[in-house]
């Protein structure tokens, strides 16, 4: 589900709030900065704090990854070793992979990007499995709560989003 909507310090607060409002999430940046060790939230404000941070920055963006116990499976961390031709001074970056986890990406202003909330279907992981065979077996995610808490999400997200400018589209 994507929503056009600007993203503003409220819905980021509402974002936040919806993602710790289920016991033991496992939330992290998705791509770390050059050199640095990824991020991971342990709190509804850090986590806020970070996405309006983000976001203020020019062509802003958000990405982290949720997981919540009850969706199974694991979060694997990837380094990506980085090209010195093209990022001078820097020598890696990490990102965190896994089949169910939901992808939160809300954008700041300047992107004209529509912020969203997305996970992967149980059939389209399979499908992709034999390409990433470092992140284990689809099988191992429970797909129902995967489903679950990313349409709880898709659901704050678009209710906070929503006012005068909300196109529907989304």
Not at 41 to 51: G, K, M, P, Q, V
Request: glycine letters at 8%; charged letters at 20%; a positive charge.
């Amino acid at each position: 589900m994507v929503v056009a909507s600007p993203i503003t310090p409220s819905v980021v607060d509402a974002v936040a709030a919806a993602v710790f409002a289920k016991p033991g999430p496992v939330v992290v940046e998705a791509y770390s900065a050059p050199d640095q060790e990824p991020l991971r939230f342990e709190a509804e404000r850090e986590l806020a704090d970070y996405i309006k941070a983000e976001v203020s920055q020019p062509r802003g963006l958000a990405h982290v990854l949720v997981g919540y116990p009850d969706m199974g499976g694991t979060p694997v961390r990837r380094t990506i070793h980085l090209d010195p031709r093209h990022c001078p001074g820097h020598t890696l970056r990490y990102a965190w992979n896994g089949w169910g986890m939901i992808s939160v990406q809300l954008y700041g202003e300047a992107q004209y990007r529509r912020s969203r909330v997305a996970a992967l279907s149980r059939a389209r992981a399979s499908a992709t499995a034999p390409a990433h065979p470092e992140w284990g077996s689809p099988d191992a995610w429970n797909w129902k709560a995967v489903a679950s808490h990313t349409r709880r999400l898709q659901r704050v997200l678009a209710k906070v989003t929503q006012g005068p400018e909300r196109t529907g589209d989304g």
